[in-house]
């Protein structure tokens, strides 16, 4: 099947763009001095280069709770 877009959730998408690391990602990390993320975005899935405080905002925040759930993974997964 041809397919003109690749969504998260299609089949091809972890083999195709699943584990690229997402544009500019060097560019956040210089403006940061290194101190950066990658974050999967709720309703997406796409990882995006954040800051370290925006990774943190993420995790606090809410947002990864989000993401966790939407793939589907135990809440207590550190035990």
């Given at each position: 099947?041809?397919?003109l877009?690749?969504?998260?959730?299609?089949?091809?998408?972890t083999?195709?763009?699943?584990?690229?690391?997402?544009?500019?990602?060097?560019?956040?990390?210089?403006?940061?001095?290194?101190?950066?993320?990658?974050?999967?975005?709720?309703?997406?899935?796409l990882?995006?280069?954040?800051?370290?405080?925006?990774?943190v905002?993420?995790?606090?925040g809410?947002?990864?709770?989000?993401?966790?759930?939407?793939?589907?993974?135990?809440?207590?997964?550190?035990?």
């Open positions: 099947m041809d397919r877009l690749i969504l998260p959730g299609d089949p091809e998408w083999l195709t763009l699943g584990g690229s690391l997402p544009p500019g990602w060097q560019d956040t990390a210089a403006n940061t001095g290194g101190d950066f993320a990658f974050v999967a975005r709720s309703g997406s899935g990882l995006e280069a954040v800051p370290w405080h925006e990774a905002e993420y995790m606090e809410g947002e990864w709770d989000e993401r966790m759930e939407e793939i589907g993974e135990d809440e207590n997964w550190e035990e």
